[in-house]
């Protein structure tokens, strides 16, 4: 027997100075109270039959001061929390991962599986042995112990009540690893893993997982299988008609059963399409949806049944995106007249264009400010503007790159095709009688976008200082170029690249990763508002917010130069607001069979044993059951006259 | 026992013991009211038999033939009965039972437990003895009263006359309890004291550690015509007691721990009853005239009782 509360001498002294003030009590408890009578030899009589039961009267009271002492001696060795030696040394340590992930949204078991998943953890918990020790933890992107090691049950049920399903994928590997090292020079660590199952290999960039000496067991959740979900969404607005956008969407039915359903499309609220669909069972449908309007912020995807049910997964049935916003481009054109120059830029109606004279320009605009755009056709200003600039066939000091010897008849031998100012354009056979060699600056970052030969570049972007730059080392007017669909996509690609407008699909950020969104003030910290409500702070490093996401739906980000507080954030004007979307989109989280073997390092995980529920090996529950049932036979026996 | 605890019992011990109420509306207008018309109805109860002078058992110069005694050297002559010595030829002297005035001795227990809680027994008492001494002195008989506990105490001495019954009323006002019951010892000395005989009311609890009955008896040995009134308190038969207590005695001060239940209370009471039983029939078994006098029963309906009851008067 081993006193795991107070020791055996303080428990001594307890008894000691207890059992005195009762015994004193209970001396006390003998003074009656006195009344008067008017004549004693009436109660004589009666008391001489009393008399002879007075050894029995004596008997009963001691027998009742030996019943409060027993109390007494109950309750003061509760205290001491005594416990056999071989249940101290043999209690255990658990590890208890409780996925979060959203597949445990899941409501093929009432209400779903996270729910289920955590009376499971209760159970073990309320059949705790006295000297175990357990730590819970959430399972999802991450992992978070919510709690420390203990063996008080309320203080575990507690832990349990903050575990809360998310919309991302489980990371198995780092949630291992954090309980092996948790249960690290451990005597009879457990790992218990509380899943649905679907969570990949425990292996990651370090390797596979290494169990040691810990036993796992593992607690199957979940039944069904049948679940459809969207795997891809991305939307992107079309170069030349930026008012309409395409869709590019997957469906994927995860389920063993043919799936007929209705997928919706939102514009901003507003349903812009309906489809009905049937999936064959682990079909993965791609869908294209060209040429769409009605939209300008936000896109939103829905599945739904056609018979009006809905599947077993709610969370992968709904997906998000936003529309880059437009806004129209200034453009100033510095030229002494150039019509395909015109004619191409009136082909956005996003663009708003100025038109000057180089005289004009140096008179009144030398400085270039107040424009997203600059283009310089044949005119290089000594001084380069304050913004991004186009220069066509550049020459002179002003140029931001070396003009170089004169080519004759050169050509787009070399293209850099994944650069944006040349995407969707044919640049190979277009015909030059004559242009120049541009030298770039390595140094500063330049890059050859179009090389003649392979050693003459004569399309080159860069940056000077804050400014982007793009340079054509040809006049347009001495090609065949200006006739040709590449030329009006090369100048729209051209001012997309200054202004950020890309062309390219617009994918949502994935839940579970660490999102890294830019920010473009100097603030440390941002503020996000999230999809649920309510908002959050994020610190922001090297000018990108950093948050690990885990809901899908529409962020805003807001990134004041104000200090922000949660209970007063920065205020809207001058706030730098960025939107972003995030989806689940990952067609293994979508598939929900459950898993009924886990097989780690090489073993397969256990069966959960040894809780037996409602029954604490804690003695001191025992000692005070009972006292209680002492105190209850002590009001009984006192309240019928038994011992008084 | 803690400080407050010895201040309640002490507080309980006077309160019990003595909580007697004040005496000054004791017989009030009211009482005396009650009283005149008792004295008539006393009066039509014993019609024929009250003439303001009351036939005694002595003999001497009445009118009224008692009986026959020999003749003894110095006799009288003419009072002997000349008829019986022609036929009996023996000298006879005829006796007459001479008439005189009632000798009534109220003798009123003012012991300690005559004052037992609400002191409502001694008050009772007091009030009978008002009342029958209001009868005797309206009658011309000769009243006389005295306290006792286990002595004589208080005498008022003896008077007559209807309009003495203030006298009696100062002397009942002024009566307090104190002291333990011994009857006995008590009306030894009382008829010691009063060599002319007559009725003895006492009007008493009867609490006598020593026995009831030996001051029944002194007084029916010393040929005094005992009448009791036994003054009883219903509360008292059914004490308001529960739990460990102890009893203590507001006359002797014994004191007695006892636990007490409803087995005990109900002993209690067949004790008590036991006890008034013993006294009714030691009564009726000696031809002593008794009467209960339950406090709790109005005062001018005992009184009556008292009348019906006989004895009282002759």
Avoid at chain 1, 476 to 487: F, G, K
Avoid at chain 1, 500 to 528: C, H, K
Avoid at chain 1, 553 to 567: H, I, K, R, S, W
């Amino acid at each position: 027997m081993i006193f795991a509360g107070l020791g055996f001498a303080q428990l001594a002294a307890i008894f000691g100075i207890a059992g005195a003030a009762v015994v004193g009590l209970y001396v006390l408890r003998l003074r009656r109270r006195t009344v008067a009578i008017p004549f004693s030899p009436l109660w004589q009589r009666i008391l001489k039959d009393k008399d002879a039961t007075t050894l029995f009267s004596r008997l009963k009271r001691l027998l009742s001061l030996l019943l409060q002492l027993a109390l007494l001696a109950l309750l003061v060795f509760a205290l001491g929390d005594p416990r056999a030696a071989a249940t101290l040394v043999k209690g255990r340590t658990l590890v208890v991962l409780v996925d979060a992930s959203a597949s445990m949204q899941a409501t093929d078991v009432s209400p779903n599986r996270l729910e289920v998943a955590k009376n499971e953890v209760k159970a073990m918990i309320r059949g705790l042995g006295g000297a175990d020790r357990m730590l819970i933890a959430q399972m999802d992107a991450m992992v978070t112990p919510l709690g420390p090691m203990s063996g008080d049950t309320s203080e575990l049920e507690r832990a349990l009540d903050q575990v809360k399903a998310t919309d991302a994928r489980a990371d198995f590997p780092r949630a291992l690893r954090f309980a092996t090292d948790t249960l690290r020079n451990v005597e009879l660590g457990e790992i218990v893993v509380v899943s649905d199952g679907n969570l990949g290999p425990a292996l990651d960039a370090s390797g596979p997982v290494h169990l040691g000496d810990d036993k796992l067991s593992f607690v199957s959740v979940g039944k069904g299988k049948r679940n459809v979900g969207i795997t891809q969404f991305s939307v992107r607005r079309y170069p030349l008609d930026k008012s309409r956008y395409e869709v590019m969407l997957e469906v994927t039915n995860t389920g063993p059963e043919q799936q007929d359903i209705e997928l919706s499309l939102l514009g901003d609220g507003n349903v812009v399409d309906l489809t009905k669909l049937r999936l064959m069972p682990g079909e993965r449908l791609p869908r294209f949806y060209p040429n769409l309007s009605g939209a300008s912020r936000t896109l939103e995807a829905k599945l739904a049944n056609v018979d009006g049910t809905h599947d077993e997964l709610p969370a992968d049935d709904h997906a998000y995106a936003l529309l880059p916003e437009r806004r129209r481009a200034k453009v100033l054109v510095v030229t002494e007249g150039n019509t395909y120059l015109e004619a191409a830029l009136l082909l956005d109606e996003y663009l708003e264009v100025t038109q000057v004279t180089p005289l004009d320009y140096v008179n009144k605009h030398a400085s270039g400010s107040g424009f997203d755009v600059v283009v310089f056709d044949r005119v290089t200003p000594a001084t380069p503007p304050r913004a991004h600039a186009l220069y066509l066939d550049p020459r002179g000091p002003g140029s931001p790159v070396k003009v170089d010897a004169e080519l004759t008849a050169p050509g787009f031998d070399k293209i850099d095709r994944k650069h944006p100012i040349v995407r969707f354009t044919a640049l190979d056979d277009v015909n030059v009688a004559h242009g120049h060699k541009l030298v770039p600056d390595v140094a500063a970052g330049d890059k050859i976008v179009g090389a003649f030969g392979g050693t003459s570049p004569i399309l080159v972007s860069g940056s000077r200082g804050a400014y982007k730059f793009v340079a054509l080392g040809f006049d347009v007017r001495d090609s065949d170029l200006p006739l040709r669909v590449a030329w009006p996509l090369f100048l729209l690609n051209t001012v997309n690249f200054f202004t950020d407008e890309d062309a390219r699909y617009i994918s949502s950020f994935r839940t579970g990763d660490v999102w890294r969104v830019p920010v473009s003030t100097q603030a440390t910290e941002a503020t996000l508002s999230l999809p649920g409500g309510g908002t959050e702070r994020v610190p922001v490093h090297e000018g990108r917010a950093v948050y690990l996401g885990e809901r899908a739906g529409f962020y805003e980000l807001t990134a004041g130069d104000t200090a922000a507080t949660p209970e007063q954030p920065a205020p809207i004007s001058g706030a730098n607001k960025t939107a972003f979307a995030a989806n689940l989109l990952d067609a293994e989280e979508s598939t929900i069979a459950p898993v009924p073997e886990l097989v780690v390092d090489g073993k397969t995980a256990g069966k959960v044993e040894g809780f037996h529920v409602g029954v604490r090996r804690e003695i001191w529950i025992y000692l005070l059951l009972a006292a209680v049932l002492l105190t209850a036979l002590e009001w009984a026996t006192y309240h019928r006259r038994i011992t008084v | 026992m803690g400080l407050l605890e010895s201040l309640r019992n002490s507080f309980s011990r006077r309160s019990d013991a003595g909580g007697s109420r004040g005496d000054e509306d004791l017989f009030d207008d009211d009482f005396q009211r009650k009283l005149d018309y008792l004295a008539i109805v006393s009066r039509r109860v014993f019609a024929g038999r009250m003439r303001a002078e009351r036939r005694t058992k002595k003999t001497g110069s009445g009118v009224e033939f008692a009986d026959h005694r020999e003749y003894q050297p110095g006799d009288d002559f003419r009072y002997l009965d000349w008829n019986v010595y022609q036929r009996f030829d023996k000298l006879l002297l005829r006796l007459f039972e001479e008439e005189e005035d009632l000798a009534i001795y109220f003798i009123v227990d003012a012991s300690g437990s005559m004052a037992f809680g609400t002191g409502e027994k001694l008050r009772y008492a007091k009030r009978i003895c008002a009342a029958l001494a209001y009868v005797g002195l309206a009658n011309l008989d000769r009243v006389c009263i005295v306290s006792t506990s286990d002595r004589v105490m208080m005498r008022m001495a003896e008077t007559r006359g209807k309009a003495r019954i203030f006298k009696v009323f100062r002397f009942l006002r002024e009566l307090e309890s104190a002291g333990t019951t011994d009857l006995g010892d008590a009306l030894k000395t009382f008829v010691a004291q009063h060599k002319r005989r007559g009725l003895a009311v006492l009007i008493s609890d009867l609490y006598d550690p020593q026995g009831f009955e030996r001051g029944i008896n002194v007084l029916r040995y010393n040929k005094f015509d005992p009448f009791v009134v036994h003054v009883v308190d219903k509360t008292e038969e059914k004490p308001k007691l529960f739990g460990d207590v102890l009893l203590y005695d507001c006359e002797t001060g014994d004191e007695r721990e006892v636990t007490v239940t409803p087995k005990v209370l109900a002993r209690f009471r067949e004790e008590y009853e036991k006890y008034i039983h013993d006294i009714d029939r030691f009564c009726a078994t000696r031809q002593v005239p008794y009467v209960r006098a339950d406090v709790s029963v109005p005062f001018d309906e005992l009184i009556l009782r008292v009348f019906r009851r006989g004895g009282f008067l002759r």
